[in-house]
């Protein structure tokens, strides 16, 4: 079945340093691929998309890329911030139809001042 | 617009307690999934209905019920609570929208502890 593999966490950071999180999926089809992120205490919400390969999605400075030769979605960010601090999910949605989502276990990523 | 909304926040049962959790969203979305989340392993789905009238398993489903009871609302129903169901419980929904009908939007959440 679909499968999304994450990097462990957590990852720790100083503030302005360059991000990566690794992600990479298995799929059957054709997927949406999906970074979320969750704050403390939060519920998830969409950080960036991609709907076919070798798009980029991007928001807040983060950017990944749709790999669909390598079947991967890296999250990167050349700066990362404090308030950047949280726990990230890879996802992917739509491979065989529908809009089921499947998850990776989330990468925690600290910031520090 | 509130978005997705999830009553109560958090809840400590006894096992075998019964309860009810509630969510709602506002966006006129057709489709509603429950999620728990435990740590190390990601979201986990529990129940989903891709429209109105309909409901169907997830990955996890043992020891859970689902009512969609309209458009807005789907409940997630625990009739006999165990230990192994203490996690954070997320009510998400899907629909059209400018971000496409397969993004979630996710409730704030529910802990539950049962003792």
């Known amino acids: 079945g679909d499968s999304v593999t994450q990097m462990e966490g957590p990852v720790t950071l100083s503030e302005e340093a360059f991000l990566t999180i690794n992600c990479t999926y298995t799929?059957?089809?054709?997927?949406?691929l999906f970074w979320y992120v969750q704050y403390p205490g939060e519920g998830l919400q969409l950080l960036l998309k991609?709907?076919?390969?070798?798009d980029k999605g991007s928001n807040k400075g983060f950017e990944a890329t749709y790999r669909k030769e390598t079947t991967s979605f890296h999250l990167e960010k050349g700066s990362v911030q404090v308030s950047d601090s949280a726990v990230y999910f890879c996802?992917?949605?739509?491979?065989?139809?529908?809009?089921?989502?499947?998850f990776g276990a989330g990468t925690r990523l600290f910031v520090k001042a | 617009n509130a978005g997705v909304t999830q009553t109560p926040k958090f809840q400590v049962l006894k096992t075998g307690q019964s309860m009810t959790l509630q969510c709602a969203q506002d966006m006129n979305h057709n489709s509603m999934y429950w999620y728990r989340q435990d740590p190390g392993m990601g979201l986990r789905l529990i129940y989903y209905s891709a429209s109105e009238g309909t409901t169907d398993k997830g990955e996890v489903p043992n020891g859970y019920n689902v009512s969609r009871l309209n458009k807005r609302e789907f409940s997630l129903r625990l009739e006999s609570a165990a230990p192994s169901q203490t996690s954070v419980y997320f009510c998400a929904s899907s629909g059209s929208g400018r971000v496409g009908p397969d993004t979630q939007y996710f409730g704030p959440g529910t802990r539950l502890t049962v003792l």
């Open positions: 996802a992917l949605s739509g491979s065989t139809g529908g809009f089921k989502t499947i």
């Open positions: 991609a709907t076919k390969a070798d």
């Open positions: 799929a059957t089809g054709y997927p949406s």
